[in-house]
């Protein structure tokens, strides 16, 4: 359904909204026990949630389609991740409060480790500590190219941000990432022919940070991913009449809510700490978005016990949020990371929508097979929203 | 989807992807029994399989809509067959290899039977052997009509080809055949208004036919239908990145498969014959199409016992294509061909999709009642590929 006509049955209230993203919620049965991620944790306040609440599955983009967490929680947030699509790298700028002005090329940087002949072999560099990144990040600030101002960010790890300031940029770009070990990072090509000039500045910047990174193993190469614009997106408070805020210790969620015209609220590193401030904001705002990293990293490592930790983690923190007493209580993710893949999947995330109304549900354990037969059915990501509008009683009728 | 976006995710790769086609595979319980053909049919390597793959229901076109084999095949293929419309002639013409020229109208003929008063009393004419077939042909090429060629071509016991051949042909033209008995064939309308004059030759063709075949019965007279042009249809292999193959026994599927641009294997007369073709290229192609045309013949004669037959020769063989080890296996059909209606029906149409990330599924039975409870819904025919593409790691994530 189109913003606008949801827009147009919006109401102000009193009620409040709670949707926690359980960042690569959905999982895979790993081979040995037949049994998901969700399937092997004890996790009894989730599945005691999902006997009192309607069920289903998330499909963010489309049938096989594996989001990225760009478009998977634009999607939670509303929007049809298809019609506004956002750049990782704008998303990375705007998680670390880096003010990006209109016409900057935000891109995501990565430093990895190459060998002698100068092949990838860690695409993260192995994780190096923040301080490394920020000291390396200080070498490629060195670096100029004609015709733009360069500007580089630490983020975390082995993250950073590239922008270029100038006129006439263009992020229509392809990767310097192959996603692949044992080849070399590529040249930038330009994928509309306003972007030739700007393409020839990135490949400028990366030639003359070879050198700079050469002594600095394992972070002696960079990658370059998710070159974009800033989109202009409808403001999700407006769109919807809430005052929203968002909770996220992660930087690029931060940015991702901040795209969107929520309030982003100063939080600590853990989840604990979200709640925290989640619980000392709660008169202040109608809606919460709450986000959980921990599922995500642990099926990105490929480590299903850590994956299953994070979610019993979640679980012995949950009675805290229901305290709170929201009106409506979401749980859900932006994508699948089954543990098995080892990345980001395509298999539809569970979900879960309390409220006083959200009706009969036959779901009693909150699985990946047992949310195929919840009321919820298969439903786009974008749908979700109006699902908690309804049941935060926040829309009027349509038609008389 | 659009096929430019998947397209757009579609990377190349090493892994083996196997789409068995049942033709008309669903069906309908028996008054009898309330089994089905699938829930009557002993087919144990079918049932252990969707144990372990992802089920669902496949519906071809819309709800309600019985699929011709022309779009059920194409929406498996990933085309929305609502949006590429092909007729029945056209792919009949390409299934014999004969080379359709743009702006050639085909049809697909039938010789039938019809009494004194010139009523049909068998649509088939009995089912006459191929020779005959092509003897009567040879009656027909005799006929000319004014302002365009006619080709003639026998196809196999009942059915021929015709194809009128000149400038300024519409294929806009209405059946002659009116799908029942004890009525006279139809003259054929134009349905547009650039059709008139295609219109007037093949009526003046079915005119000039009658005298004829007078004296051929059961073959005295013949049925017109599914009059059109050739499509112009985005290429399979270039959409997906696939070396893709097309097995079929019969000459309408392969003809469809061409269409796509997929290859065509030659191949033996029994669906034995196609899994040692399978075998023989199994190095050679990414992706193979299996047709098995079996279940659906006995379907279309309302032989409960004998599609039955069909789901139990299949599953005898299908251990021979699990031995190939392919990394997604999908089953399914074109449309369902319930034993009761002797004819294609509306009903969606089990499918499994088996790969090692195809994921927890509550499914255990490969039948039309189990297949409602699986995590693949109930999915439009044209989102089958994704599945295919995603389980097969073939596509790349959607934005950062």
Redesign the interface.
Known sequence: MELEFLHGLSQPGTSKIVLCSLDGLGG??R?ET???EL?TARIPHLHALAGRAACG?IRH????????????HLGLFGYD??RF?????V?EALGIDFELKPGDVAA?GNFCTVDAQGKITDRRAGRIPTETCARLVERLRRITVEGAEVLVEPVKEHRFVLVLRGAGLSGRLSESDP?ALGVAPLAVRALAPEAGRTAAMVNQFVDAARPLLRDAAPANMLLL??FDQQPQLPRFPDTFRLRAAAIAAYPMYRGLARLVGMEVLKTGSTFADEIRTLREHWDGYDFFFLHYKDTDKAGEDGDFAAKVGALEQFDALLPQVLALKPDVLAVSGDHST?S??K??????VPVLVWSAYCGADPVSRF???DC??GTL??LPAQDLMPHLMANALRFTKYGA
Chains 1, 2 share one sequence.
């Open positions: 895979l049965p081979p037949g049994k998901s399937e599955l983009v489309g049938p096989g389609i594996t989001p990225g967490s760009g478009p998977g991740p298809l699509p956002v750049g990782r790298g998303l995501r996603q991913r998710g089954p098995v893949l990345g980001h999947g395509w298999q539809p699985t990946e097979r195929t037969s059915g298969l």
